[in-house]
């Protein structure tokens, strides 16, 4: 079936490395996919999307990028902050049906 | 400032009471709403589309009895968990999409816990 899931579950890193998360999907027919961070008891926060018709976008201290070919995407957060402790989330925007997907999300821990 | 208020962002009711959870587009008119349920340490799972003006659309496996939708304006969408009992507690979380983009902004949510 159709699904969109994330290869770990915890992610710990130190302070001021560089994070990678990543991501697997199957729907090769994805119009475009977004990272979303959610911080505890709150709603998701955009961070950054890109088109399936793109393999790489650059925002502020992130990075995702997009290998159609094994069908993995994976979000960079250069110089972790504590304010990234979070679970981060890949989704699947699939315009033809008008409706966002969400991976199992990767929890992000910042060790001082 | 948020751009879609959910409101309350916490409630406790009774078994078998009904609990209304209202989303609000502050910044736009939305015609698409989505409703998201959440339990802990899992991911969003869609529950239905509210579509302003007409029936929502509902997920597989989603009792569209039990979780009644109603998208009466451009603004405003409703969930109302109908004879909620304890399974029902979660996170409830809205979305609304900008009319002619690939852009939704969330809510932040409503903690649902029934007794």
């Known amino acids: 079936g159709e699904s969109v899931g994330l290869h770990l579950p915890t992610l710990s890193v130190q302070e001021g490395d560089n994070s990678i998360i990543n991501c697997a999907y199957s729907?090769?027919?994805?119009?475009?996919f977004i990272w979303y961070k959610q911080e505890s008891g709150k709603g998701p926060q955009f961070i950054i999307d890109?088109?399936?018709?793109?393999d790489k976008r650059q925002g502020q201290r992130v990075t995702v990028l997009l290998n159609k070919t094994v069908k993995h995407l994976s979000l960079q957060i250069a110089a972790t902050q504590p304010g990234d402790s979070a679970v981060y989330f890949c989704?699947?925007?699939?315009?033809?049906?008008?409706?966002?997907?969400f991976g199992s999300g990767t929890r992000l821990s910042i060790r001082p | 400032g948020a751009v879609v208020s959910q409101h309350p962002s916490w409630v406790i009711c009774k078994s078998g009471t009904s609990v209304k959870i209202e989303c609000r587009s502050l910044?736009?008119?939305?015609?698409?709403m989505f409703w998201y349920r959440q339990f802990p340490k899992q991911s969003l799972m869609l529950m239905a589309t509210?579509?302003?003006?007409?029936?929502?659309?509902?997920e597989q496996g989603v009792e569209k009895d039990k979780f009644l939708i109603n998208h009466a304006s451009l603004t405003l969408s409703t969930l109302t968990v109908t004879s909620a009992h304890p399974e029902d507690s979660s996170f409830y979380i809205c979305?609304?999409?900008?009319?002619?983009?690939?852009?939704?902004?969330f809510g932040a949510g409503t903690r649902l816990s029934v007794l």
């Open positions: 890109i088109r399936s018709n793109m």
């Open positions: 979305s609304a999409r900008v009319p002619g983009k690939n852009i939704q902004y």
């Open positions: 509210s579509n302003e003006g007409s029936k929502a659309t509902y």
């Open positions: 910044d736009f008119q939305a015609t698409t």
């Open positions: 729907n090769s027919a994805s119009d475009y």
């Open positions: 989704a699947e925007n699939r315009v033809s049906a008008s409706k966002i997907i």
